[in-house]
């Protein structure tokens, strides 16, 4: 059976929740049956107990493995808690900031990108990128590895206001290097995908793929914003590809609204014409 990763990300518990989305959800979920549940951050709206409570509790219902890294809603929201026990409460119910998930067929590290003093900007310290790399050196084999953090590495600039994790370009060279086959991130609440040579000069034979992938908002903490669509990922990995289906919610149901294929390694996508 193919591996299948679901990425969700900026659920904003504590806004407005939508039982018909949970329920359409845990369909899917039943549909898809991925190994595990990717939560990019934003799992609640303020960082509040009862929030990251009834954020573990929806997640944790679905019986699945969980990888669940915070974001910059996940802490506390007033001062001084917001720098006295800033991961308190996350790390209470998730165990850590930054966890590590390891199966035969995938790999996947947590980075914290939330600063406390910078409630909407993210960054990453370059010991946490150290740290990425020596975990992903220790990846089996034929594991596909995923990095995840919730600050975004790609998006449109007209769409959302919000820059990039601090040193973007940086991180996302750090982590290609680190052996990084798929980055997944949030926070704009909009989805955005690309493969690394989509952006970057390639040679033949050279680079390996990398895609990145941004997930749209699974809450909605707007829902006046124009146009802010709810939504997420599913990943399925192949041998020589990965495979992204993007769902978004339509008033009564989840719709498939784009199936994308990037390649994995060195090799592009094969194109032979179709015969018809
Ligand atoms: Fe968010
Ligand atoms: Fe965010």
């Known amino acids: 059976m193919a591996t299948r990763v679901l990425h969700v990300s900026d659920l904003h518990t504590g806004t407005r929740e939508d039982p018909m989305v949970e329920g359409a959800l845990a369909q899917l979920i039943e549909r898809l049956r991925p190994e595990l549940i990717v939560a990019s951050g934003d799992l609640t709206h303020r960082g509040r107990r009862e929030q990251h409570e009834r954020a573990a509790r929806f997640l944790r219902s679905f019986e699945l493995p969980l990888h669940a890294i915070p974001g910059n809603h996940d802490i506390p929201y007033t001062f001084p808690a917001r720098f006295t026990s800033t991961f308190a409460e996350f790390e209470r119910l998730w165990g850590t900031t930054q966890p590590v998930y390891r199966s035969d067929r995938l790999f996947i590290v947590g980075l914290n990108s939330v600063r406390a003093w910078r409630h909407q900007s993210g960054g990453v310290r370059q010991s946490q ?71 970057e000069l390639s040679t033949a034979g050279g680079e390996r793929g990398v895609t990145v992938s941004i997930a749209p908002g699974l809450g909605q903490p707007r829902p006046n914003r124009r146009g802010e669509a709810r939504g997420l990922h599913v990943y399925e990995v192949e041998r020589d590809k990965v495979h992204i289906e993007t769902y978004i919610w339509r008033d009564d149901g989840w719709a498939l609204t784009a199936e994308r294929r990037f390649p994995r390694g060195r090799e592009p996508l094969s194109f032979e014409p179709e015969s018809s």
């Open 129 to 199: 990128l150290d740290w990425a790399a020596a975990e992903l050196r220790e990846a089996p084999g034929g594991a596909f590895r995923i990095v995840t953090l919730h600050h975004h590495l790609l998006g449109a600039p007209w769409r959302s206001a919000k820059k990039p994790v601090a040193k973007r370009n940086h991180v996302l060279a750090s982590l290609v290097e680190a052996g990084a086959e798929l980055v997944l991130a949030g926070h704009i609440h909009q989805a955005a995908i690309s493969e690394r040579r989509e952006f």
